[in-house]
């Protein structure tokens, strides 16, 4: 059981725009900043938003992130088949005093 | 551009102490967060725990009980025991770097690629 709450599974049509949510808690998504992630198939994970909204040097501007409260989302836009991987939200939680994870979405490009 | 690369036995028997390395290139292993994150075949990410270069540790509490983390400066290297292993500890084992010095808290700009380990008899 995962300490994050995402979907398993999103999809859109190339183009498209599609949002992967993220739930949590006051302990971890409500006080500290969100990461997400994605994952290609065989391949390590890769940093796409740091802190809510920064996408680090070098991901596309396709990639963008928000937080209110206790909820995060990451939105890609102009979906490209390229996209087609497994999302993570993480943050620290401050009662576990450690990072958890969401429990990954499996975009799909149709 | 840091690079990290895993090392270690691809088999391990039950009950028996899992010990992984981590090799860093083109950086400083005497600054900065490092961690180690592993992920069961066909599951999601699980956070094991990391190092601080000062020495300091943070342990996933499900893990807690069977885990170490060290960092050995003078090589470059920091290292992951998991004693008492079992087939759930089954996994691909990353290290990874946070983003920003002095920060632990996530934000893994760098990753090794992997390295499976299999808990069987």
């Known amino acids: 059981q995962s300490m994050l709450t995402q979907p398993p599974s999103a999809s859109g049509t190339p183009g498209q725009r599609v949002i992967v949510s993220c739930s949590g808690s006051?302990?971890?998504?409500?006080?500290?900043?969100v990461n997400w992630y994605q994952q290609l198939p065989g391949t390590a994970p890769k940093l796409v938003i740091s802190?809510?909204?920064q996408a680090p040097s070098g991901v596309p501007d396709r990639f963008s992130g928000s937080k209110s409260g206790t909820s995060a989302s990451l939105a890609i836009s102009g979906l490209q088949s390229e996209d087609e991987a497994d999302y993570y939200c993480?943050?620290?939680?401050?009662?576990?005093?450690?990072?958890?994870f969401g429990g990954g979405t499996r975009l799909t490009v149709l | 551009q840091v690079q990290l690369q895993e090392s270690g036995p691809g088999l391990v028997r039950p009950s028996e102490t899992l010990t992984l390395t981590c090799s860093i290139s083109?950086?400083?292993?005497?600054?900065?967060?490092w961690s180690w994150i592993r992920q069961p075949p066909g599951k999601g990410l699980e956070w094991i725990g990391h190092i601080y270069y000062t020495g300091s540790t943070s342990y996933n509490p499900s893990l807690k009980s069977r885990v170490t983390i060290s960092l050995d400066t003078p090589n470059s290297q920091f290292s992951l025991k998991l004693r008492s292993v079992t087939a759930a500890d089954t996994a691909l084992y990353f290290c990874a770097r946070d983003l920003r010095d002095g920060y632990c808290d996530g934000e893994w700009g760098s990753w090794g690629q992997g390295t499976l380990v299999t808990v069987s008899s």
């Open positions: 006051n302990s971890n998504v409500g006080r500290n900043t």
């Open positions: 993480a943050a620290w939680d401050d009662n576990l005093n450690g990072v958890v």
């Open positions: 083109a950086g400083s292993i005497s600054s900065y967060c």
């Open positions: 802190r809510n909204n």
